[in-house]
């Protein structure tokens, strides 16, 4: 620990600094490759592999069995339905989950029954569900008008307490970043898109634009009027700032990733597939864009479109003279 | 003296959140002597286990739907579960369109048919009307009971005359007379029963089950009805008459049919001069015919409040609207995998909890028990606010919900690390304890109020648009992010003000996780360094500032030169 708070102290007084206002044409690039693969991936791919929830069907659950071999489950809806490709994965150590598509009411009692004798277990512990194919495009089309409400609202509350435009700007930026590559990574590697899914990403929002509200109001203190006096131009302020709470936010990531990993591991390895794994997975990657997209991308392009401001070029025109002057002086000192 | 006042403070604030906490523990302890409530919040139906079922209307193209056919069509379903014989289900609307029915339990296919069903309107001639028990009133003017039983096979079903019109007691066979003595209003088969064909009588009760009816054929249908309004009679001369009436017009079939039927009625007596509105099955109300309605345009009137003139007159206009609801989802879950999902969540919260804990711990060392502290206030908080709302409002608990409530520990978490880093920054400024409380307090709140208020927009976005399960996730999510605010500022600070003021904190200790020593205070060789109370806030601004600007070159080289690096 005692070095991990030497560190922060470092970064807090500017012995140690890492350069990321300035690096920022090489942060561009990775998050400007990240969205590509995260747009182009999804594409070759073939689309986002979309649970039931969005293309319809039926769902069983067999509980409490003793085994959970899939060739049962298959062959149970097999026999009332040949024509039936079921889907079938394991939920934690007892259940078992069979996806198929739309059947007839006849047909999923059918099932029902056939599950239970196939994995002699009563019928009340195999569940059916039913799901329509526009319920999950209910659930996406009311995400999707929330998160335009929600960017609009968000906008405005942050230029009425920033005082300024462009830190709400850039924050919305982040958060698209954020949610295309949490998006894409769903795409690529295949991850079921289910509502928890949808919950967990629409979470991200709440939490990508919280962490970099967080690091904004340091920078706007930092940046604000008196403390040009400590003769840094106005990226170097914004870097030093972002410098400064550095130690908050990685804290903060791992505090907010700690619960959400604990979700994910009960989720996935206790009860299967389901809303909790499902959650959680969407927030844990969000989590991560979201801490890297507010360090590395929303504060260099702050400092970035603030920077041509002619007030801020013309005071950094002198501090950078200032700074030059003293470097002359110094060199003998340090020699 | 700015010891006391610190601390004064600080106690007014505990004692603030002591008022806070006593309050909600008392309105729910009231809630649970008195008004049903419960120590233990309700649980959705994905942790206790029963049936949801997601009902959407079936419409035409360009056809929407009203709230108020929503608020309608939900009173509607609501009778039939009822009539199901169903308890504690519970109905709602959700987002525009669709309506959400949870039932615990698995539903049989009669309930679902019926609760699938579009409501229907109809009406009928009364033939018989009596009291709503199982009795036939004997020859000798006394009641006595029917037995229960079936009805005797034998007897016959086809009517000996064929019926004439819809009010020929010819229509009443001796097998439907057997029945409807036998009928009893409050018999679970009597709530399943109130279906027939169209074209054949209907033995049924009204929806308070008071009276118990005979009723003919359809005569006319609801879907004939075009308007249907509540309104004060008036007499010829326009003038009011205090009394309120339902005012009904039908389309041009509807205005023929029903004339028809009132011409036919007005001449005859009794229950039979009555026709009978039937809804689903069951009679809504049963007026008597006073004269024969040609022009397509009925009055119905007698005892009506406002209240009930309205709600016959929406059961009239929206019983006969043509929509039908169909069934968009239908989940169930056992009551067992519920549970395993209730333990699964809470057992997710606890590891959550605990590792937050230690990396707390870690971190910040004796500090971090403050955080732990005030998680466990924020805790009881929430867990108040959600048994109370389970209580008033009927908020349910869901999986979606715990993953809300275990996501915001990190994010409430993150008050407390804004807060310390704050701390730990004027303490790095060279201040003392007791004042870098203070001044990391005012610029921590900021920050904290700026951030949970964004937080609490998308808490509340979420709530307003989403529907179901994204619902009760938003809704811990915003709540806990309220509870984040009130424990920061009721508790968290005034107990960090308590404890800068201990000598364990106050001297900086080295397990304190506030030791300057270790926290650089001293690196940047700062003479003013010095932990005294007696330096007023202001000075101490001030020399820090002077500090800055008395910076050594090499010093500010140092902290430039990465800055500068990557310029271009």
């Known amino acids: ?335 | 003296m700015a010891r006391s006042q610190s601390s004064r403070k600080a106690l007014r604030s505990l004692t603030w959140l002591l008022v806070l906490v006593a309050g909600l523990f008392g309105i729910n302890a009231a809630g649970v002597l008195w008004g049903g409530g419960s120590w233990l919040p309700k649980l959705a139906l994905d942790l206790e286990g029963g049936t949801q079922i997601v009902l959407s209307p079936q419409l035409e193209s360009g056809q929407t739907v009203t709230a108020e056919q929503m608020t309608q069509a939900v009173s509607i379903i609501r009778q039939r579960i009822d009539a199901a014989g169903v308890s504690e289900a519970e109905i709602n609307t959700q987002g525009n369109n669709n309506i959400v029915v949870s039932i615990p339990g698995t539903p049989d296919d009669a309930t679902l048919a019926r609760i699938e069903a579009s409501a229907k309107l109809d009406f009928r001639a009364v033939l018989v009307a009596g009291a709503p028990t199982s009795t036939a009133v004997g020859a000798d003017g006394t009641a006595t009971p029917v037995p229960q039983g079936t009805v005797d096979p034998n007897l016959s079903t086809v009517p000996a005359v064929a019926p004439s019109n819809g009010s020929d007691l010819n229509w009443i066979t001796p097998a439907l007379q057997a029945q409807y003595e036998q009928f009893d209003c409050a018999s679970e088969n009597a709530q399943a029963a109130n279906t027939a064909p169209e074209d054949l009588p209907l033995i049924t009760c009204d929806f308070t089950n008071t009276v118990k009816y005979l009723l003919g054929p359809v005569e006319v249908s609801g879907s004939d009805i075009s308007n249907a309004t509540a309104g004060m009679v008036t007499t010829s001369t326009g003038a009011t008459t205090g009394q309120w009436a339902v005012d009904l017009a039908f389309n041009g079939k509807g205005t023929k049919a029903f004339g028809d039927v009132t011409t036919r009625l007005n001449g005859l007596t009794g229950s039979q001069n009555q026709f009978a509105i039937v809804l689903d099955g069951k009679v809504l109300t049963a007026p008597s015919t006073n004269a024969a309605i040609t022009n397509g345009n009925a009055q119905i009137t007698g005892g009506f409040t406002q209240a009930s003139a309205k709600t016959l007159a929406d059961q009239l206009k929206y019983g006969a609207l043509p929509i039908g609801f169909q069934v968009q989802s239908s989940d169930t879950i056992s009551a067992t995998l519920g549970s395993t999902q209730l333990m699964s969540g809470l057992l997710a919260g606890a590891i959550g909890l605990l590792l937050v804990v230690l990396y707390s711990l870690f971190q910040y060392r004796m500090l971090g028990l403050v955080t732990v502290a005030s998680l466990v206030v924020a805790a009881v908080l929430t867990y108040l606010v959600v048994t109370i709302l389970s209580w008033r409002e009927g908020y349910r608990l869901s999986l979606a919900g715990v993953a809300g409530l275990i996501v915001a520990i990190g994010i409430t978490a993150d008050s407390f690390i804004v807060y310390f880093e704050r701390i730990r920054d004027e303490l790095r400024d060279g201040r003392g304890l007791e004042s870098a409380v203070d001044a990391g307090w005012k610029r921590a709140i900021r920050t904290i109020i700026a951030s949970d208020t964004v937080n609490f927009l998308a808490a509340g976005v979420l709530f307003i648009l989403a529907v179901g399960n994204v619902r009760g996730f938003a809704l811990t999510l915003g709540l806990t992010t309220v509870v984040d605010l009130f424990v920061v500022s009721l508790f968290t600070h005034p107990l960090l003000q308590l404890i800068a003021q201990t000598n364990f904190f106050a001297s900086g200790h080295k397990f304190s996780g506030l030791d300057p020593q270790a926290l650089g205070a001293a690196y940047r060789g700062r003479a003013q360094f010095a932990p005294a109370p007696t330096v007023t806030s202001g000075k101490l601004a001030k020399s820090s500032k002077e500090a800055l600007k008395r910076q050594t070159i090499a010093e500010r080289k140092a902290q430039l030169s990465s800055g500068e690096k990557g310029e271009d």
């Open chain 1, 1 to 335: 620990m005692a070095s991990f708070s030497q560190f922060g102290n470092d970064l807090y007084t500017g012995a140690r600094s890492l350069n990321i206002v300035g690096r920022r044409k090489l942060w561009y690039t990775i998050s400007a490759v990240l969205i590509l693969v995260s747009i182009v991936g999804p594409i070759l791919r073939g689309g986002f592999n979309f649970g039931i929830e969005f293309t319809g069907g039926s769902e069983f659950v067999v509980s409490n069995v003793s085994d959970t071999s899939q060739t049962i489950a298959s062959d149970a809806v097999i026999s009332v339905d040949p024509n039936t490709v079921p889907k079938v994965s394991r939920l934690g150590d007892s259940s078992v989950r069979v996806q198929t598509e739309q059947l007839t009411d006849a047909q999923t009692r059918e099932i029902r029954n056939a599950l239970a004798t196939g994995y002699s277990v009563p019928v009340e512990n195999v569940t059916s569900s039913f799901i329509g194919a526009s319920w999950g495009q209910d659930i996406t089309s009311q995400a999707i008008r929330g998160l335009l409400v929600f960017l609009v609202l968000a906008a405005l509350v942050m230029a009425i307490y920033f005082r300024t435009w462009k830190m709400s700007l850039v924050a919305i930026i982040a958060l698209l970043h954020d949610l295309i590559i949490t998006a894409g990574i769903y795409g690529i590697t295949g991850f079921e898109v289910t509502p928890g899914a949808v919950i967990g990403l629409l979470t991200i929002l709440g939490y990508s634009l919280y962490d970099t509200v967080v690091v904004f109001d340091k920078i706007r203190e930092n940046t604000r009027g008196s403390s040009r006096e400590a003769g840094l131009t106005f990226s170097q302020q914004v870097n030093l700032a972002v410098n400064q709470t550095l130690v908050r936010s990685i804290n903060t990531s791992v505090v907010a990733a700690l619960p959400v990993a604990s979700i994910l591991f009960i989720g996935a390895f206790v009860l299967g597939a389901g809303t909790l794994r499902d959650i959680s997975l969407a927030l844990l990657i969000g989590i991560m864009v979201g801490t890297y997209s507010t360090i590395f991308l929303a504060t260099p392009l702050y400092a970035q479109i603030r920077q041509n401001e002619p007030e801020i070029k013309k005071s950094d025109k002198k501090i950078l003279a200032s700074q030059g002057r003293a470097d002359a002086a110094a060199e003998p000192v340090s020699a």
